[in-house]
């Protein structure tokens, strides 16, 4: 089964609102990543949060992780129209640090509106 | 630099054929990945390869074969074709935080859509 469970599934919200995609995780993790895909398009790198940090910010970017309840948060501020993408959480297991693999969720889908 | 390339970029198979996707980065990453995703289900891991001369079975390796040529390229081949198999592949690659370098990040080939009839 998946490692990582996205919230919700699609997302449609109005240009200038902030957007929060959430991910859940079942086993201990050393870091969580953020991804976006275009469509039709590879997933691009957003960010990265170790297990012993608890927010990181990256421009209109924010992400949380809660190790103890075993979930992530990103948070689009201000959302543009190019914002629009599906957004991907991916976990490094612990004892996966010298392969890089990761797992991703299945997610979200994010439309801005102009 | 070109990053992380896949050819080719679109391909229509019918049952039973064979085919090799091909992947290549310049990036000198020590790790390589292939996954395949399809719509509601996010990435699979199909293999990955965490160095030269080394690869692994990741989530869903049946009906694949996979070859690390040399640190630059990963080949996925598909030997009997199946339309289960119907899907978008992508290839990556990193330098994971164990071979001494600081990121993990993943980088992402632009995919091939694969069509088995």
């Known amino acids: 089964s998946q490692q990582g469970e996205e919230d919700p599934q699609a997302l449609s919200i109005q240009e200038g609102e902030n957007a929060t995609m959430n991910c859940s995780y079942k086993t201990s993790i050393n870091n969580l990543q953020w991804y976006r895909q275009n469509s039709g398009r590879g997933l691009v790198h957003l960010i990265l949060?170790?297990?012993?940090?608890r927010e990181k910010h990256s421009g209109r970017l924010r992400v949380t992780l809660d190790t103890s309840k075993k979930s992530s948060s990103l948070l689009i501020t201000a959302s543009r129209a190019a914002d629009t993408a599906s957004y991907f959480c991916?976990?490094?297991?612990?004892?996966?640090?010298?392969?890089?693999?990761?797992?991703f969720g299945q997610g979200t889908t994010l439309q801005v509106k102009p | 630099n070109a990053g992380v390339t896949q050819t080719p970029k679109f391909q229509v198979l019918k049952t039973g054929q064979s085919m090799t996707l091909q992947c290549a980065q310049d990036?000198?990453?020590?790790?390589m990945y292939w996954y395949r995703q399809d719509p509601g289900m996010g990435l699979r891991l199909i293999y990955y390869s965490a160095s030269e001369g080394t690869t692994d079975k990741g989530e869903v390796p049946n009906g694949y074969n996979v070859s690390r040529l040399n640190k630059r390229e990963f080949s996925l081949r598909l030997e009997s074709a199946a339309p289960s198999q119907t899907s978008v592949y992508f290839c990556a690659s990193s330098a994971p935080i164990g071979s001494g370098r600081a990121s993990n990040e993943q980088f992402f080939g632009p995919g091939t859509r694969l069509t088995v009839l």
């Open positions: 991916a976990t490094g297991i612990i004892g996966s640090s010298n392969t890089g693999k990761l797992i």
């Open positions: 990036m000198n990453h020590n790790s």
């Open positions: 949060i170790r297990s012993n940090e």
